[in-house]
């Protein structure tokens, strides 16, 4: 059997994580991105809106297109940033909490069952590896020079 490379590898298990998240998102209603997005914000002090798109990784459209869902569904309210008046806060409402709360349950059973599965050990590597990994990106010399 032919070898899968590393982006073949990681782009069918992102693609695996991304169902499951969102076959469990579509129980309530949501998606994985909305639950993505209620745990990128801060429960208690808000979170600038242009600080969510490069927390999350997510372009300015898909963002919006998410935020705007989010507060249709009454689990975000927007309000003026009182330190900068071209800012806007996101704040979770008491549904979006909840939703957040259920979110963040999903994440943690995940990563526990991979724990279980491959023990703690294993797991550390596989953190120290996609760190070199992510290294590797930022510094594309020692990727693209031959």
Known sequence: MKKKTIDQVLRSTWQAIAKMYNEEASKYNSSMAAGFALLSIDPKKGTPSTSLGPKMGMEATSLSRTLKSLEAKKLIKRKPNPNDGRSVLIYLTEKGKIHRDLSRVAVL???????????????????????????????KKKIFSF
């Open 109 to 139: 059973k995940f990563n526990q069952a991979i724990k279980n599965e491959i023990g703690d050990k294993s797991l550390e590597n596989f953190h120290n590896t996609i760190k070199k990994i992510n290294e590797l990106i930022k510094n």
